[in-house]
Structure formats: C-alpha cells, structure tokens
C-alpha cells in the first residue's frame, strides 16, 4: 500500500470502465499458448520490460498467473510431470520466502518435495532451485548456487524477479533466463489484482504452465488483466514522457518513498542497542543511470545478542514481523514488511525508536 | 457466451469503472474468516440467493474463489488436511463432469485420490462425494449416493450447484446443504471473471479453504469481485423490477434462449437414423411460478446403435463434442456444449441436420 498515494493522485488518468458485454469468455487469444492471456496485456508487459530493461521479452512465452504463487505452481508442475518414483527436490537459500516451502509442501505432493536451503543441498538427481533476486526477506541479489556448490547439473532453476525493478534496486542488465517470473503487487503495487506473469523460453515449459492454470482454475481474471494492461501501459508513458510530466514517473516516486523510509528507518536503528541492519551494495542502474543501493521492500532485522529471537522482541514492540526461523534462517532474525501505508510505517518508527533503553521486552 | 447479447445490449447499465488508486489491497475485509472477499460482493451474492430462492445463506459463511473449480480444490484440501496414511477416495456419479478427475489427480497429492463413478464405490472409510445437480454433462437431477447405497457414514458432500438457477431448471427450494458451490460463469455467463463462491456451514472449513485459497494464489482478482457485485445487484434489481422494465430480466431472457436452442435440437434429433436425446422432467418451479422442464447447458447425445463411438460420429460431422468415456460412461455418449455463441449453435445444428441418410461417418 506504500504506493497508494501515487495512483490516488493520478486515478483517472489510470481509470478503465468495462461494460457489462466485455471479456465475457474464458478465451483471450485461442492461437496463443497461454489461450487465456489478453493480448493487450501481453504486448503491455513486452513494453514494460522493454522500457526498464530488466528482462529479455524476445523469444518468450508470456504466461500469465493468479499472482506469482500460481505460476511458481505451474513451473513445479512443468518441471515435474509426468512424475517419477521419487518426489522432486525444491530448495533456495536461506533466507528463503517462506511462502515457498508452504506452496511445494501443502498438498503433499508426490511430484515435488520442499527441501529448504539450497546451502545444505547435498542430493544427487533432479532438483528445481527457486533464485529470488532481490531476496525475500534479506534484499540482497542472488544467483543460483547448488549447481557451483556440487556440481549438480540437473537442477531447473526459477529465478523469482518480484523485486527486480527499479524502485527497489539497480537495474544491472536485462536478466535472460529460461524461466522468470514477475508480478505486478511488487512492481505497481496492484496486489488486488493477483497478477503475476512468467517469462518463458521453452514452449513446452510454457505449454505445461498453461495445463496447470487451466486445471487449477480455468484461466485468469479477465478484468485484472484489462486494468493491468493499461496501468503498465500508462506506467510506461510516464516512464518515458509520452504526455505526460516528469512528476509521472511511477518508479522515481517508487524509489524516493522507499529511499525516505530506509533513511529513517537507519536513522533508528543506528543507534540501537538490539538491533542491526546489513548494509547493501551500490551498482550502476541502467534505468535511471545512477549509482544506487538496494531499497528492499523489507527490513531483515538481526539482534545484536545472538541468543534472542529478534520476533519475540518486535512482539514485544507490538510490531508485527515474520521469525527468521520460518524463512530457514536463525531466529535472531526477523522480517518486517515496509510496503505498507505512510502511518503504518511511522507507528514502526516509533514502536522502534521505544527500544532505546528498554531492553528486551519479553525478552529472555 | 450464450449470454452476451443480452449484456450487450445493456452493457451502459453494467458498467464498471474502477480508478487507478482502487483495490490495491491483499485485504478486503480482515475481520471476515474470507479476509479477502470484498463485502459488496458477500452482500450481492446474499441478496441473489435471497432472491432466486435457490439457496439458503443463513448462518453460511462464503468463500470466495478464483472460479468454482479453485473452491473445490479448497474443499479437498479442507477435508483432508492434516492428511491421515491413505489418500481420502473423491467420487462422483457417473456421467460425472471430467475436471473433477482432472483437479483431483493432477498433482498426484497424498491428500486425496479419484475413485470414479459413485455407483461403483464400495470401499469403507473416509470418503468425499461430489454431486452436481444438474449434472454437467446429462442434465439430470442428482442426489448423493455412497451413503444410500453402502451405507458408509464417513462421506463428506460437496455440492456443486453451477447450474442450479432458473435458466437451467427448476427451482424447487432453497438448497440448505453443508458446502455448496455457485460459480458466475454459469449464472450470468461472464466466465471470464473467474468468479465462484461457496456457501459453508462450518467456520472451521471455511478457515481451511480460505487457508488453502491464500496459499495458492493470495486471494482473489479484486477487479473481478468488484464487478461480480455490480452485475449481480443489477441482475437482482432487474428480476425484481426494481428501476427496470420486465424485459431485463436475465433469468427469463436466459431461459427463452436455451428454450428455443432445445426446441430446435430436439427437432432436428427426432428423425435421427444415430443419435437420442433423452427427456427431462418438467417441476413446479418456485422462481418462475410455472411448471419448467430442465434446460441443461449440454446435449448429452446418445447413440442409437450401442457399438457405436459418438464422439467420433460427431467428429465426422466436425462437431466438437466431449466423449462419455472421459465423463466415466459409455463411448456410446457425447456432450456438446450449447451455451456458445448463435452462430455456432446455428452450425451446429446444420451439421447434425447434415446426417439424415448419411451414416456414421469415420464410422466403424
């Protein structure tokens, strides 16, 4: 919600009406492999990419997703069936989405099988690696690294790219993997929507992605796909001036809340007796031709005192955060989300701020 | 798309227009066990039952999903989790619509497993019985079997009633059942909104659906919910005349169109040398007031000579059609959808008229 206030201001440039006759089928486009992806948003995502340069649209197929989770979903299912005897390893490093580890374990599948931190991933065989670059929930830029680590060459590898747009780091070069995914809650801050889409270079890979939304559930909301198609479309008006002002560019305004709140949000830890926040690198931004740092969507708190369980301590704090301990990390780490509303993110301030002097609240 | 004309044409009056600052949220309502159903469409979706009289909502939660086929997944996993040593048996009577089968084996879960036709299932223990009245694809009237038939207690139903409304058949009381699915695609005709709700008794089952709906896809396409409320409290207003005139009734127009389409296939079967159509009852229906005859959505054909592969019959008259065998009966049966666009419905009826003295054509 933290980018609320910009679509507030420009809502009825970004406006779409749709008549009680529109997108009534369940077919977008009966000669595309994703039937069910709407065209417009396809050559909308094509732009995108195009215009941030942060990913390679030539030879993919676009398919489109209920959100990312859905398409993580459809890449194990591509990646997996027809199944073997033996469930399919999942791994990432650590600290992972701990949404990862839900998804592969929930239906007890015997396709796949979440087996944590790809540090610790000794197996022979096939796996699926998932390379979330910026990390969730510690913001630092990933690759791949069981196939370095032991040389197992028959890894498939998702790289998970929520956050690989400029707002939150430096756009480095047009990432050209075989399978990628996006979503436009991280990217526009659209999370309502539930869109996501994948990059995909081989067409059966995309064809089984397509099988699985098409068993799970019958395509994807037609009107989520019109009223993204025509955000992007704007977003990248704005981006490139086409009439519009410099104030419409969606991803310096990105940058610049997030950039604001990570300065306070140092500003309060420095000082701290508890708790400590990594570093992040700077790199050259292609996109805005910068030198800029990492402004994660999240804060990856540690405590200073390896013996506390740093959630505990927020929980004391009453602020909400996510236990390292669910994302495979120690539980000296904690996750606190910094996308949300401009007052909630000032009451974290100052529950934080509260710490000076205080000590561990239910604290061990 | 049967439908799409009558939305055309009041396609202004179902306009919706949604600003670019709207529905940004994972959230709709935190204090709901569904937090992600947005309320106007809980209320619109309570409002139609009220008015159809085809389902009961009192004391029911509702469960939003991305279509109705994400709902029955939600169910499967709500009566199976945490999952015991054996997969819980799935059945449905046959003819049963074949995406069941699909949905429950896809992902080879240890949860759950297809059994087929209810008829045939006489295993003891946990079972889930799916009965969807009118059945899809024969359009006969169906109750739950397993218990009736083997007395095995440990069955838990899942209804779907997709086509239970009144352009379909007979409304004969307000379904009072413990899990109930509707889905928007079939009542109004916009399968493109990937629109299904569930009516639940028990909060436990709702929480675990609404569990199993957050983890595969974090909720459900706002935009679609949105408008799934407008057309439905317009489609309430129109039924009621409530600033309407009578021809904007949806239920009649939807019911005056499958009449015409059923006459004209029943008239163009009667002489056939290949194919039968078998009849349905006609009920007092409390919506209408009159005495209906079912109208299913699908002709379920059948032919006259037993060895015979109807499906393949009506490939040779280049009609698509889905054979029974996938539906768990005889290849001596084929569904052909009805609910398309007139043009197609028209050549359809062209090419079925088109074997009269012709014969089985690829035929055996």
Not at 110 to 120: I, N, P, V
Not at 173 to 190: E, P, R
Not at 230 to 256: D, H, L, M, P
Not at 321 to 334: D, E, L, N, P, V
């Given at each position: ?20 006759g ?7 486009d ?15 995502i ?17 398919v ?14 591509a ?24 998804v ?7 396709l796949?099988?979440?087996e ?31 196939m ?8 498939k ?5 929520a ?14 993997y ?91 830890i420095?000082?701290s ?7 992040y690198?700077q790199?050259h931004?292609?996109?805005s ?6 402004l ?69």
């Amino acid at each position: 919600m933290m980018f609320e206030p910009f679509w507030k201001k420009m809502s009825d440039k970004y406006n779409v009406t749709i008549g009680g006759g529109d997108l009534m089928s369940y077919f977008s486009d009966g000669n595309n492999v994703c039937w069910f992806l709407e065209p417009e948003l396809g050559a909308a995502i094509r732009r995108l990419h195009g215009v941030v340069g942060n990913a390679v649209t030539d030879d993919r197929y676009i398919v489109v997703g209920t959100g990312s989770s859905q398409l993580f979903q459809a890449l194990l299912y591509a990646f997996t069936t027809p199944g073997g005897p033996e469930p399919v390893s999942v791994v990432s490093s650590a600290p992972y989405y701990s949404a990862y580890a839900e998804v592969v374990g929930f239906l007890r599948s015997e396709l796949y099988k979440w087996e944590g931190d790809a540090y610790k991933f000794n197996k022979k065989g096939a796996y699926i690696e998932v390379v979330n670059s910026p990390n969730n929930p510690d913001g630092t830029l990933r690759e791949a690294v069981v196939m370095n680590r032991t040389g197992n060459g028959n890894g498939k590898l998702i790289y998970d790219f929520a956050y690989y747009w400029p707002q939150f780091t430096a756009i480095t070069g047009a990432a050209d993997y075989d399978n990628m995914l996006f979503t436009i809650s991280k990217c526009t801050g659209h999370a309502g929507s539930r869109i996501g889409w994948a990059l995909v270079k081989d067409k059966d890979i995309a064809k089984k992605m397509t099988e699985y939304i098409t068993i799970s559930s019958i395509g994807v909301s037609k009107e989520s796909q019109f009223r993204a198609a025509k955000i992007i479309e704007v977003v990248c008006n704005g981006t490139q001036n086409v009439g519009s002002v410099k104030s419409e560019n969606f991803f310096e305004y990105g940058r610049k809340i997030l950039s604001e709140r990570w300065q306070k949000l140092r500003e309060t830890i420095q000082n701290s007796e508890y708790l400590i926040l990594s570093k992040y690198p700077q790199e050259h931004c292609l996109f805005s031709g910068k030198l800029v740092e990492t402004l994660s969507a999240y804060a990856w708190l540690e405590s200073k005192d390896n013996t506390k369980d740093c959630n505990e301590f927020l929980r004391g704090l009453k602020i909400i955060g996510k236990s390292g301990k669910i994302c495979g990390a120690h539980q000296k780490f904690a996750r606190v989300n910094l996308m949300c509303r401009e007052e909630e993110f000032n009451q974290f301030i100052e529950r934080l701020s509260a710490t000076r002097g205080k000590g561990f609240i239910n604290g061990h």
